[in-house]
């Protein structure tokens, strides 16, 4: 019989279960929406997120948010970053989905 490795341990225990603390993509989403814009800096130093990209992506790709992009300079850097934002009508549907994590986060934790 083959032993369980540490890490098919957690994979098994974590299976087909919703975090339901804030996540980072609910972290990030409700920065945008209620806050302000971010690039990746801001995101790192604020939110602990050091893939913004990543996040921002999801949010575009898997909720269907319109995010706004927008190169800039910052400080020395040679290479301007991008900062993200949410604009108009596409605020309305990121507030939305983020009412839409709060509801399946306390559905699990009932």
């Known amino acids: ?28 989403l409700e920065h945008l929406v209620f806050t302000a814009s971010l690039n990746k800096y801001e ?13 921002i992506s999801s949010l ?14 910052v400080g020395k850097c040679r290479q ?3 900062r993200y934002s949410i604009a108009g009508a596409a605020r309305y549907h990121a507030r939305d989905v983020l009412v ?5 986060a306390k559905k699990v934790a009932a």
């Open 43 to 55: 995101a790192a130093r604020e939110l602990g997120d050091w893939s913004l990209h990543s996040t």
């Open 100 to 104: 839409t994590m709060g509801r399946k």
């Open 1 to 28: 019989m083959k032993k369980a490795t540490r890490s098919e341990e957690q994979g098994s225990q974590s299976h087909g279960q919703i975090i339901t603390e804030p996540t980072l993509i609910a972290a990030v």
């Open 60 to 73: 575009a790709n898997d909720y269907g948010i319109t995010i706004t992009r927008t190169k800039e300079r």
């Open 80 to 82: 301007p970053v991008t």
